[in-house]
């Protein structure tokens, strides 16, 4: 697929999908408990697009350097229809739009401080199991890598039952300002 605005190239993306089919299944994670009390933070940067009042985000962060970890809690709070397809849409544009931001933290910096120019140039999104986005997931992510203004961050998302829901990779734009 092409998006295309005043013809000029917004981006390209190519989708593919899978029938369930029977299978081994593994997911190595302890089933994480909800955020409870964690305060709601809201989004790790700027969020002009984002629909803050419908969904609930709280994130916290462990480690420093190449050992920082961000751990990215949501639900929507509104309702959604019972559409696997609308879930994973949500997810997918939840999870996209701070994603980038370990990158930046790894070298003490955060989208929040507007010291760097980010954005996403590429992201994949494997789902290994439905995400229902009006329950908690969590977003576990870190960068193993980043040179030359770009970043790549990876993460799994969670759900509350230990599944892993999906695993993501994205490289971003990290480059200052």
Request: hydrophobic residues 40%.
């Amino acid at each position: 697929m092409v998006a295309r605005q005043s013809g000029r190239l917004l981006t390209t993306t190519t989708v593919t999908f899978a029938a369930a089919l029977d299978g081994p299944e593994h997911f190595p994670v302890a089933a994480p408990a909800p955020p409870g009390d964690l305060p709601r933070t809201g989004p790790a940067g700027p969020a002009p697009s984002m629909p803050l009042d419908e969904i609930d985000i709280r994130i916290t962060d462990t480690g420093c350097g190449e050992a920082f970890t961000r751990q990215f809690w949501w639900r929507t709070t509104v309702p959604l229809p019972d559409d696997p397809f609308v879930h994973t849409c949500a997810a997918v544009y939840v999870t996209d739009v701070y994603m980038i931001d370990p990158a930046l933290r790894v070298h003490g910096h955060a989208m929040a401080d507007r010291s760097h120019r980010s954005g996403t140039t590429a992201s994949s999104v494997w789902f290994h199991q439905p995400v229902h986005s009006d329950r908690w997931n969590l977003l576990e992510s870190s960068s193993p890598a980043a040179a030359r203004g770009r970043g790549v961050v990876s993460g799994r998302l969670v759900d509350t039952d230990g599944a892993v829901v999906a695993t993501l990779v994205q490289e971003g734009l990290i480059a200052a300002r």
